[in-house]
């Protein structure tokens, strides 16, 4: 008797979301731009996330026309010596924005680090960016620390952190 398997759909209305593809840098580094126009991360920067087994680089859209990207790694050190999952950057193009991509796509985030076996995820967002902040709050990120002029421009941050669900740990989620 074949063995029984079992295997979750994503829900119709929720976009697709899935790993990128490593010939999809410069397209990520053009999006990433447009989403952070003033305080950019190199080319490079992506280049090692891609290469880096310990983080992801989550993208929605088909490879010559990306919506939006998220980017999670397991490698940061933000609380010693508890390792934890950290949202590097999440962003989603201006026309496509408030259609729930960046749910979705912090939604793939947060399950692909619960799969890493990791307890908790942290993040940094400007103390100015209330559309982002209420993103994250909704999906139970909490405000931890505020860090001084924690950007270029001088800044603060929060820092949020969530505990990942035991959900999320088990089962993960459809990436
Ligand atoms: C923040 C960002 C990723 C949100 O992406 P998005 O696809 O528009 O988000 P969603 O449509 O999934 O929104 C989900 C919820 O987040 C909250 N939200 C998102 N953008 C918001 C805004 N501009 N104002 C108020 N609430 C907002 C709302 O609660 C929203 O739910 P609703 O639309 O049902 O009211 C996008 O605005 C972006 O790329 N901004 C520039 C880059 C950035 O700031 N990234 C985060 C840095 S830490």
Redesign the pocket.
Known sequence: MAAERTVTLRPADRPLVRPALWWEVWALYRLHRV??PQQSYGLGRFLGYLCNPRAVLLVSGTPGDLR?YCIVDTSVTLAPPEAVAEII????RPP?????????LLQAALAWAGRQGLAETW????VS????E??YQ?AGFERRDRLAAYYLSGEDAWLMRRCNTAAEREFGDVV
């Not at 950057?89 to 989603?92: C, K, R």
Request: glycine letters at 18%; hydrophobic letters at 35%.
């Open positions: 989403c952070f939006g950057s999440l962003g989603v496509d924005r408030r259609q729930g991509l960046g749910r979705a993040l940094q967002v400007a960016n209330h559309g982002a209420q993103l909704e």
